[in-house]
């Protein structure tokens, strides 16, 4: 990223910045995280906000206007209830983590995420509640938004939304996995495996190669159409 050091100039807009400004400086945040990517953003714009939501983009751009940080927000359905207007980070739960977007530069980041969230303070008066959820606990911009916040007067309240928890299998087989598992689940696992067996002709295969997946993903539907989940509603 160049440019001044300090200064931001933040605009907002409710249309999704075009795809070759996006590719300057902000592009890499969605190499490493997909749900921070403008395809995302992109397909969560047409499929589930919908073109009459309120969706705004709060951008950052620098001295030779370069955008360097995109703050996506949005107004949910049901944001609204009386006086009390609710804005939210743009996902919902199919979103497994939200961040601002940010140029690879530290820097010049944090001084795109200061700007914005000052942006956004000082139009409080447009909503009642911004809710940022769910930001990684371990995100270096997570205590700048709470201080950028709190220098605005603003009072921050951090929450628990979720953990991802997963066991460290490096180095670990599946028969020394299951050896270690309890007794009561290894005995169950037998047992329907062994129902599962006697009721059909059955094959388990695990889908590895890019040739493989058309087949695989239409075997998965098969299953998830019959099932007693509700259609999906996007």
């Not at 995420?113 to 303070?121: F, K, P, R």
Request: aromatic share 12%; glycine share 8%.
């Amino acid at each position: 990223c160049t440019g001044d050091q300090d200064h931001m100039d933040v605009t907002v807009s409710h249309a999704l910045p075009s795809a070759t400004e996006w590719a300057r400086h902000l592009a890499w945040a969605g190499e490493l995280d997909y749900f921070a990517s403008r395809d995302w953003f992109e397909n969560f714009v047409e499929t589930v906000a919908g073109s009459g939501s309120d969706v705004q983009f709060v951008i950052a751009r620098d001295d030779y206007d370069e955008i360097v940080g995109v703050l996506p927000l949005w107004c949910p359905p049901g944001g609204r209830a009386g006086l009390v207007r609710r804005i939210e980070g743009l996902g919902n739960y199919y979103t497994c983590l939200f961040e601002p977007i940010l140029c690879e530069d530290r820097v010049r980041a944090s001084a795109s995420l200061g700007a914005m969230i000052e942006h956004v303070a000082e139009t409080r008066a447009g909503w009642s509640c911004l809710d940022l959820h769910p930001l990684p606990a371990d995100g270096w911009y997570v205590p700048e938004i709470i201080d950028a916040f709190a220098r605005k007067g603003l009072d921050v309240r951090q929450f628990v939304a979720f953990g991802n928890w997963y066991l460290d299998s490096a180095g670990l087989d599946f028969a020394a996995y299951f050896a270690s598992r309890k007794k009561k689940l290894r005995s169950t696992i037998r047992s329907k495996t062994n129902q599962l067996a006697k009721s059909a002709q059955v094959e388990i295969r695990i889908v590895q190669h890019p040739e493989e997946v058309d087949e695989g993903h239409a075997a998965y539907l098969d299953v998830y159409n019959s099932s007693w989940k509700v259609p999906e509603p996007y």
